[in-house]
């Protein structure tokens, strides 16, 4: 499993792979699937479709981003005129933004935050909501964000508010980050990987992610060893709010793993989601790989279709 608090940079490194396959075309190809099967799905109650097809556009707008914003800690201010039907809000730190340019080991996609531009007004647009992002100060992790119904674009200074404002002033320590709903996108991620270039691409592309991102977790278990990967999973698991679900058993020479079930398909299906045919390399797949680089073998015993597995390290 991938945590969805890892989902930031496995999505930057994504978009860099499309890069080199395709070109800019490649990356905007996906954003564009993306947002008309992922966050313009009408069957998931946590996509921005669903909400705006159930409270209308500008309402359903503020009810998906009430969701996500405070699911990934952001610290924003935020303006929402309910009556002229606008919002403002100016991200003074994006923690996705914030996590990319914080990593000293891998380089961010280069035009990252560009998608949220990309996804979210193509669904917007067909509720007549217009959408516009400032990126100027994505150096620095700050962007600002305007929303509104179509031929109604606000003209106000936002110090300067009016009796019928909601004033939301969101500080990222106020919330856990913990959005689940990237592991649905990091699914949807390596699908899209396998079906648009092959299986086998979808496997390199794990596998150069493994490589890359967690090459500061795999210098540790190559220095101290099985014990290092027993406690890297435990606290991946206590992240996840998952720990009841995972077991170990270390000894001198090996280290086998149980999950009891996944928690991400579980978290699927509440959605009325299920995980794609590519999920299960992220057990696979990516122990293997981060086996093999620390210098350990890996087995799959077995992997059923809730995710419960199990699998053992040895040296």
Same mark, same amino acid.
């Given at each position: 499993?991938? /945590?969805?608090?890892?989902?930031? !940079?496995?999505?930057?490194?994504?978009?860099?792979?499309?890069? #080199?396959?395709?070109?800019?075309?490649?990356?905007?190809?996906?954003?564009?699937?993306?947002?008309?099967?992922?966050? =313009?799905?009408?069957?998931?109650?946590?996509?921005?479709?669903?909400?705006?097809?159930?409270?209308?556009? *500008?309402?359903?707008?503020?009810?998906?981003?009430?969701?996500?914003?405070t699911?990934? @800690?952001c610290?924003? *201010?935020?303006?929402?005129?309910?009556?002229?039907?606008?919002? *403002?809000?100016?991200?003074?730190?994006? !923690?996705?933004?914030?996590?990319?340019? /914080?990593? +000293?080991?891998?380089?961010?996609?280069?035009?990252?935050?560009?998608?949220?531009? $990309?996804?979210?007004?193509?669904?917007?647009?067909?509720?007549?909501?217009?959408?516009?992002?400032?990126?100027?100060?994505?150096?620095?992790?700050?962007?600002?964000?305007?929303?509104?119904?179509?031929?109604?674009?606000?003209?106000?200074?936002?110090?300067?508010?009016?009796?019928?404002?909601?004033?939301i002033?969101?500080?990222?320590?106020?919330? +856990?980050?913990?959005?689940?709903?990237?592991?649905? &996108?990091?699914?949807? @991620?390596?699908?899209?990987?396998?079906?648009?270039?092959?299986?086998?691409? #979808?496997?390199?592309?794990l596998?150069?992610? $493994?490589?890359?991102?967690? /090459?500061?977790?795999?210098?540790?278990?190559? #220095?101290? =060893?099985?014990? @290092?990967?027993?406690?890297?999973?435990e606290?991946l698991?206590?992240?996840?709010?998952?720990s009841?679900?995972?077991?170990?058993?270390?000894?001198?020479? #090996?280290?086998? $793993?149980?999950?009891d +079930?996944s928690?991400?398909?579980?978290?699927?299906?509440?959605?009325?989601?299920k !995980?794609?045919?590519?999920?299960?390399?992220?057990?696979?797949?990516?122990?293997?790989? &981060?086996? %093999?680089?620390? =210098?350990?073998?890996?087995?799959?015993?077995?992997?059923?279709?809730?995710? /419960?597995?199990?699998?053992?390290?040895? %040296?």
């Open positions: 499993m991938i /945590s969805c608090t890892e989902f930031i !940079p496995l999505y930057s490194e994504f978009f860099k792979f499309l890069e #080199a396959k395709g070109g800019e075309k490649a990356v905007m190809d996906y954003w564009v699937h993306l947002s008309d099967t992922s966050i =313009g799905d009408k069957t998931n109650p946590n996509s921005l479709a669903y909400n705006c097809e159930k409270y209308g556009g *500008y309402e359903g707008a503020r009810a998906y981003w009430g969701h996500t914003l699911e990934e @800690a610290d924003l *201010y935020m303006i929402c005129n309910p009556v002229k039907k606008y919002t *403002y809000s100016v991200m003074r730190h994006c !923690p996705s933004k914030g996590m990319l340019n /914080s990593l +000293k080991h891998i380089e961010p996609y280069h035009n990252y935050c560009e998608h949220c531009n $990309v996804i979210y007004s193509r669904i917007l647009k067909d509720y007549d909501i217009e959408y516009e992002m400032d990126h100027s100060m994505i150096d620095k992790a700050m962007c600002t964000e305007l929303y509104y119904e179509k031929g109604h674009r606000p003209d106000f200074d936002y110090t300067k508010l009016t009796d019928e404002c909601i004033v002033d969101m500080k990222s320590e106020d919330n +856990k980050y913990l959005h689940r709903d990237f592991h649905l &996108i990091g699914d949807h @991620a390596i699908k899209y990987c396998g079906d648009k270039y092959g299986r086998d691409w #979808a496997i390199d592309f596998t150069n992610f $493994v490589i890359n991102f967690y /090459s500061p977790q795999i210098a540790d278990f190559k #220095a101290k =060893g099985l014990v @290092a990967l027993k406690e890297w999973l606290k698991y206590e992240i996840e709010e998952a009841e679900l995972l077991h170990t058993n270390l000894n001198d020479n #090996a280290l086998e $793993v149980t999950i +079930k928690p991400v398909i579980e978290y699927m299906h509440t959605l009325n989601q !995980p794609s045919e590519y999920y299960i390399e992220q057990t696979r797949t990516l122990y293997a790989a &981060i086996a %093999k680089e620390s =210098g350990f073998s890996f087995e799959l015993i077995y992997y059923n279709d809730d995710g /419960s597995t199990k699998f053992i390290f040895s %040296k």
